[in-house]
């Protein structure tokens, strides 16, 4: 029999897991009182509703969120592209209703595959253009645009039926580090902080946001840790008059995984104020994961957090406030009943997001596409294939590694591209702050001025020497969309 700490401990842990069926130990978590599951791309198949359901069953009261935004991050078409409009492309739009709309198309889908947790929007603000992490997924560098965007996705998803969850809580967008791989510093001015990055969070709240998530990120002047294990920072976000639930980001990412551990870290996280532990994806450690390290990583928290109620060094009244939190949340999306939702068209919305520079020549038939993007990380599947393929249609495309090709392989893609027929297509996605992308971009411009380039990061602030399209999202509906422009 499950006792009664370890049931306590369960009541706060929100892990991933391996698989398109749910495995028998976290069925029987599920059934000793686990909080719910997060999905990730290695979750997804026809039959999802029917995994949902499953979850269910062996805990009616079960939260399942999934990490899915629309635009460059999505879960739920992670086989073909999402069909969503992303932050940036919203943000570029600016269009409060059009961001709603949005909301309020991906709370149904998510209710579809019974999911009732969105982990988003992004509340960051994308104010460095180095950013690996965020970037697009911000809807934009001004606090203001961001804050009422924010606003109107928390309106359409949570009138939807669903949580949505607003992060990463200080603000993850003047990083130029990865926290999956490393520990970001904002070295900013508090007032700043203040002033540009919390603004977003304010708006979250004021619109009544059910849930916060939490960054790895360490404010210097706030305290050497990072904010998901900061009482200080976490403190904070209560003074700013948040009542919900705090989630954590991924405790198995690199920033606490190799610093103070997953048992660690899911310890000071309660103990800072956090309710909701999010173990996460077990594809975070790459190539390191294990086949059963879903089982490991929950089992490293659970035991950790077991193991500080049982000497008290985690004070039970803490994490029962915690499991509190939690179970209100769920008992409200119990009783939710979602607001009926009118017509919606996205690809419209990303027709006005898409911004053409330049005068590309006449429409060409076909397109032969050189997808020269940076390769895919841990958070946004960058170098994903249905982007290119989207956009070539039925016509030649290549992938080529500029950080890594030598001269013959950059100029032998090119020579395949250009000999397939098609209008020669550059795909990339940071033209302004990748060297590599910008050399191939010139290169190219001095030898063929019939090339156009199809931007799917941070759109461009200056000139491109070749006709441009900014797209903003590395999305199957942005890739389409951009096609039509250059084929029509």
């Avoid at 078409?77 to 949005?102: F, K, R």
């Avoid at 790895?216 to 706030?222: K, R, S």
């Avoid at 690809?347 to 330049?358: C, D, E, Q, T």
């Amino acid at each position: 029999m499950t006792d009664e700490l370890t049931r306590l401990a369960n009541a706060v842990l929100w892990p991933g897991f391996f698989g398109t069926e749910a495995p028998e130990w976290l069925l029987a978590e599920l059934r000793d009182g686990l909080a719910g599951v997060v999905y990730f791309g290695q979750n997804m198949s026809e039959r999802l509703p029917e995994l949902s359901a499953a979850l269910r069953a062996a805990n009616p009261d079960a939260l399942i969120g999934i990490d899915e935004e629309g635009g460059s991050v999505t879960r739920l078409e992670s086989a073909t592209g999402s069909t969503l409009p992303g932050a940036a492309q919203l943000g570029a739009v600016d269009d409060v209703e059009a961001s709603c709309a949005t909301g309020a198309e991906l709370a149904r889908r998510a209710r579809e595959a019974g999911i009732d947790v969105v982990l988003g929007p992004v509340a960051d603000v994308n104010t460095d253009p180095r950013n690996p992490v965020i970037g697009v997924r911000s809807f934009g560098a001004d606090p203001a645009l961001v804050s009422r965007h924010v606003a109107a996705t928390i309106e359409g998803l949570q009138t939807g039926g669903v949580a949505a969850c607003v992060k990463h809580f200080p603000g993850h967008g003047d990083t130029h580090l990865d926290s999956h791989h490393a520990l970001p510093e904002i070295t900013l001015d508090p007032a700043e902080i203040e002033a540009v990055h919390l603004e977003p969070f304010r708006a979250a709240i004021a619109a009544g946001v059910d849930t916060v998530m939490t960054a790895h990120i360490v404010v210097p002047a706030w305290g050497a840790k990072p904010a998901t294990l900061n009482p200080d920072v976490l403190g904070r976000l209560r003074d700013l008059g948040f009542e919900g639930v705090i989630i954590t980001d991924a405790l198995d990412m690199a920033a606490v995984r190799e610093s103070v551990g997953i048992g660690g870290g899911a310890v000071q996280a309660l103990a800072a104020g956090a309710d909701l532990l999010c173990i996460g994806n077990p594809t975070n450690p790459g190539a390191a994961a294990l086949p059963d390290q879903d089982e490991r990583d929950f089992f490293a928290a659970r035991e950790a957090v077991v193991a500080a109620l049982r000497d008290g060094s985690l004070p039970r009244e803490r994490v029962e406030q915690a499991r509190d939190r939690v179970r209100a949340l769920a008992a409200k999306l119990r009783a939710a009943e979602p607001a009926a939702q009118g017509a919606y068209d996205a690809a419209a919305i990303v027709r006005r997001a898409l911004r053409v520079v330049g005068e590309p020549d006449a429409a060409a038939s076909a397109l032969s596409v050189v997808d020269a993007r940076r390769r895919s990380t841990l958070a946004v599947d960058s170098a994903a294939g249905y982007v290119a393929a989207a956009l070539a249609g039925d016509g030649f495309r290549a992938r080529l590694d500029v950080d890594r090709a030598s001269e013959a392989e950059r100029d032998a893609a090119l020579e395949a591209a250009r000999a397939a027929g098609g209008r020669l297509v550059l795909l990339v996605d940071r033209p302004e702050v990748e060297p590599a992308q910008r050399a191939l971009i010139e290169h190219v411009a001095a030898r063929d001025s019939g090339a156009v380039v199809v931007n799917v990061g941070l759109p461009v602030r200056g000139e491109l020497p070749l006709p441009f399209i900014d797209a903003a999202a590395a999305s199957r509906i942005s890739a389409e969309v951009a096609r039509e422009l250059l084929t029509a």
